[in-house]
């Protein structure tokens, strides 16, 4: 078996941080049981997309309620990847916790804020970690970060093999995201996996269609638009063949 990675594709429950956590174990354990060593979901997956509240639903850097995601990745040798509006000293941000087998937590923050977002968070290049997972480099997005081409640029100025978006877009951004994504494989030689929602969060639609790009710039697979699930990538050589879960 060679290394498998994968995006949950998931529907948050607006304000309810515990139910959501609940469908995090869940993936993360569905994950595992098919022997992924990655998994990865959407922008501010724990709480939902949140703005002028986001600060009432906030975590620390070292949050209790996250324990549990702790213990699942060091249990099931899984690095895990999910998101929350993270509160660091005086500033609130659009962040992804990195959790790591036996290792501590990471913490990456959007770089590039969509508009608007300005008013709720700060933006930072200053957490931008670069995991390892055997040969692959990995680097890290939030959603606006895909806007600006600089960023998957910078990605792969930094050696990066493996770009990791995690998203919130509508069905109508869907095509242009589809389309940064695809020419930035290509142009920096990159794999790249997105993870998005389904459903509603923030009162707007998401549009689904978590996938994954090889470094040709080819989509080799994606999730659809309406339905939760799981997208497995595994590493075959130089290819990538997929397996895909619904719930």
């Known amino acids: 078996m060679g290394l498998i ?16 956590l609940i469908d995090h174990y869940h993936w993360i354990e569905l994950a595992a049981t098919n022997g992924a060593q990655l998994i990865v979901f959407p ?7 949140e703005r002028e509240d986001a600060h009432k639903f906030s975590f620390s850097t070292d949050d209790k309620r996250l324990e549990t995601i702790k213990k699942l990745s060091t249990e099931n040798k899984l690095i895990i990847i999910a998101g929350a509006p993270i509160q660091i000293n005086n500033s609130l ?14 913490i990456y923050t959007k770089q590039f804020l969509h508009d608007g977002e300005e008013q709720c968070f700060s933006a930072s290049h200053h957490f931008n970690p670069t995991i390892k997972l ?12 895909i806007d600006h081409s600089i960023h998957p640029e910078n990605a792969a100025k930094n050696l990066s093999t493996l770009y990791i978006p995690s998203i919130f877009f509508s069905p109508q951004g869907i095509p242009k995201a589809y389309q940064s994504l695809a020419l930035y494989s290509k142009n920096y030689q990159m794999n790249i996996l997105m993870s998005n929602y389904v459903g509603e969060s923030y009162g707007m639609s998401a549009g689904g269609q978590s996938g994954f ?13 309406v339905n939760a699930g ?18």
Request: glycine share 6%; net charge negative.
């Open 213 to 225: 790009w090889n470094n040709d710039g080819h989509c080799i697979s994606s999730l659809n638009d």
């Open 134 to 145: 055997e040969s692959e480099n990995i680097q890290l997005a939030i959603c606006a970060d």
């Open 43 to 49: 922008e501010m997956s724990i709480t939902g997309y």
């Open 5 to 20: 990675i994968c995006a949950a594709q998931t529907r948050p429950v607006r304000g309810d941080i515990d139910k959501n």
């Open 93 to 106: 941000f659009i962040g992804s916790f990195i959790f790591q087998p036996s290792s501590p937590t990471l």
């Open 230 to 247: 799981l997208l497995l990538i595994e590493k075959n050589g130089e290819s990538w063949r997929s397996k895909i879960i619904y719930e």
